[in-house]
């Protein structure tokens, strides 16, 4: 199944294909080592500007950058995968939020604040899932519209309140440390990698969610259940939402209508970096972790030389694009130096 | 060959009747109750106040009727209409058709930016605009400095302009007016026209035909950017102050109304009466909310609902006229 799903006929160069294929392993090895030269130079770098940098403590710090984004791109990189994509997750965040800080003003009991977070954002991934997979909405405008719905019932339930009257447990989860330097929501985070890259490289389904990403038609007539598998993502993707939301409620300890405003393409920004193609079917959870750490460093070093936020994502935004485009312009020359050759063609 | 009514294949002209019997409800039911909303002067606010997002709307559509999608429209607003802001109050001398000219210059130039990115690398749309979208918003702080350019700040001349009245409708009315004929005949009798629905609805046929998508998607991109920015100085006119997040995500509200109006996400289809309907939909809807008392902090949900609702029914209408289109084939 995997020769036949990512492994197109190597060495034949095709003069209409402007992209050499290569076997998937080593074009992943590439992009990884590619990021990892990036995060080297940035991390590099930051040594340079901060004296106080190469210490446990800041290293930590640095995590809390990326952690709760990272988490929704975990499984939003699956769903890209896959072919899908969810525009909604920050809305979702919000409303996740939102709906956790009327809970506490009622009650102090933490499992109980937890479970409705999950709860909400389980029933808003699933509601996605049908529009996609039953109602046959295209993924991307039904996102658009549910994003529009979740963060507009996030304003009409709380219009320009604050909710903070969080339990004093509550700060645990954006807060508190496990062991040492290692906060909870870095373990948090690093668990919930390591499921997703096991399920996505070791097992079955990973190789069928690629398929189901590379072409939808033949994965169905191939017997997978196509429908199943994009209904699980998504409320998976919403449950992720909510768990990030919990992670970064408790972090800000209260709760505002417009939290995590335009994290939705922070975070499809990380999965993209991390080499998934947008148009699915190829991607690696190792690369979307190495894309986690790069944005947390660099938000990191951008703070460090007080850059507005604002100014930030405009560098993030260039250094997508640029990280996406290198490549494809270095491919380009391979490819006319190739055809330059005499019988290239 | 059947024939076609109003141009429009069957599928078409049903989603856009019923879109058109849809608003039509919506406004004789607030209508009833609020007889203020039909008045003329009603009418005519609540077009000028749809007016902007008509006009992105339609440029949006060209973009996507290539499949691609510009999700950086907003931003693009939001940095012209900055720069002819500042330009305006550092040089209230120049003449305002010269700002509205170069705004619409520099609109274009952000969208070439989409566009070259699009065509010659191969990036993906969505990738490009969701990294020139932070990109343009950024530039936006960076050239303003974070500041807020006020309407004591602007010339009169500059704030007027979008004001004039001609025969009682106001200039921005007119140029949203003139848009919507001037995409319909460019879609209709242009060879470029045509060229955008080639290019969208099979791309690799096109290429046998001679037609190159991705120079398309470019030129698209291109008009798209040019109306924005455009849009940019009329939104920052009508509104009569510029900082860095006017029109914050109002990209997802175009997108909506050309998705409400039909168009679609894969490219190749859409009318442009069906975006002026979504667009005139979603108008009503945002003027009739306050008038009926809804809470402005509800209108976002409302909004949203009915975007869902508009997306299921849509889907719905397409899986039925494909299944319309199997029927008819078979003997």
Partial sequence: MTESVDTPPVGEARASQPVPRTTWRRQLLRWEVFLLLVIAADFALDVHLSPYFLSAETLSDVTFNFTEKALVALPMALLIIAGEIDISVAANMALVSVCMGQLATQTASLSAIVGCAVAVGLLAGAFNGVLVTRWRVPAIVATIGTMSLYRGLAYGILGDRVLKDYPPGFAFFGQGYVAGPLSFELLLFTLAAVLCALYLHRTEFGVRLVAIGCNKTAAELAGVRVDRYRFGLFVATGVASAVASVLLTSRLGSTRPSIAQGMELDIISMVILGGVAITGGRGSIPGVVLAAILTGLVIFGLGLINVPGVVMSLLMGALLILIVGLPIVGQRLACARAHAQPGGR | ?331
């Fill in chain 2, 1 to 331: 060959m059947r024939a076609k009514p109003f141009g429009m294949h069957p599928g078409a002209l049903r989603h856009n009747a019923g879109l058109a019997l849809l608003t039509a409800m919506l406004f004789v039911a607030v209508a009833g109750r609020y007889r203020q909303f039909a008045s003329a002067t009603a009418l005519r606010d609540c077009f000028d106040d749809t007016s902007i997002l008509i006009l992105l709307a339609l440029g949006q559509m060209l973009v996507m009727l290539t499949r691609a999608i510009d999700l950086s429209v907003a931003a693009t607003v939001a940095l012209t209409g900055m720069c002819v802001a500042l330009i305006n109050q550092a040089m209230p001398g120049v003449a305002v058709p010269w700002l509205v000219l170069s705004a619409a210059l520099l609109g274009a130039t952000l969208g070439a930016v989409n566009g070259l990115l699009a065509w010659q690398l191969r990036i993906p749309p969505i990738v490009i605009t969701l990294g020139t979208l932070a990109i343009y918003r950024g530039a936006t702080y960076l050239v303003s400095s974070g500041r807020w350019v006020n309407s004591g700040d602007m010339s009169p001349q500059f704030l007027s302009l979008v004001r004039e009245r001609w025969g009682g409708v106001t200039l921005l009315s007119w140029l949203a007016i003139a848009a919507v004929l001037l995409t319909a005949c460019f879609l209709r009798y242009s060879a470029t026209g045509r060229t955008l629905y080639a290019a969208g609805s099979n791309p690799d046929a096109a290429r046998y035909v001679g037609v190159d998508a991705g120079r398309a998607q470019c030129l698209a991109f291109v008009f798209n950017g040019g109306v924005a920015g455009l849009c940019g100085y009329l939104w920052v006119a009508r509104y009569a102050v510029a900082y860095t997040d006017i029109a914050g995500g109002f990209e997802l509200t175009v997108i909506a109304a050309c998705v409400i109006g039909g168009v679609s996400i894969a490219g190749g289809s859409g009318t442009v009466l069906g975006v002026l309907l979504g667009c005139l939909f979603l108008g009503v809807i945002k003027n009739a909310l306050p008038l009926l008392g809804v809470s402005p902090f509800w209108q976002m949900a409302i909004s949203g609902a009915v975007i869902v609702t508009a997306a299921v029914l849509s889907a719905a209408g397409v899986r039925g006229a494909q299944r319309q289109r199997i029927l008819e084939s078979s003997p």
